[in-house]
């Protein structure tokens, strides 16, 4: 079992910055791939970047250039650093890792809004 837990949501103007934090506990040695997903009203949960345990990344074209995901060196916490944001940014944020086993884990989810 894994267990995700996301912060550093908030309120931020168009042009500003945020970054997330999604802390992993328990079996975090099986997890070989995180990313970060996001879900607007109305909308469906969209992929927004990830990252594999070698630290191959990926991203949406919507966000490429703009967001970083990364890892700590534990490997225990993954990052989304978000800059020039946008209102179209404006989601909640959900972590989500997958481990060797099957297991397919997200966390609660943090709102990011994107206002001026």
């Known amino acids: 079992q894994v267990q995700l837990v996301e912060s550093g949501g908030g309120l931020v103007q168009p042009g500003g910055s945020l970054r997330l934090s999604c802390t992993t506990s328990?079996?975090?040695?099986?997890?070989?791939?995180m990313g970060w997903y996001r879900q607007a009203p109305g909308n469906q949960r969209e992929q927004v970047a990830t990252i594999t345990r070698g630290g191959r990344t990926g991203y949406a074209d919507s966000v490429k250039g703009r967001f970083t995901i990364s890892t700590d060196n534990g490997k225990d916490t993954v990052y989304l650093q978000m800059n020039s944001l946008k209102p179209e940014d404006t989601a909640v944020y959900y972590c989500?890792?997958?481990?060797?086993?099957?297991?397919?884990?997200w966390g609660q989810g943090t709102q990011v809004t994107v206002s001026s």
């Open positions: 328990g079996s975090i040695f099986s997890i070989y791939t």
């Open positions: 989500r890792a997958d481990d060797v086993f099957g297991g397919d884990y």
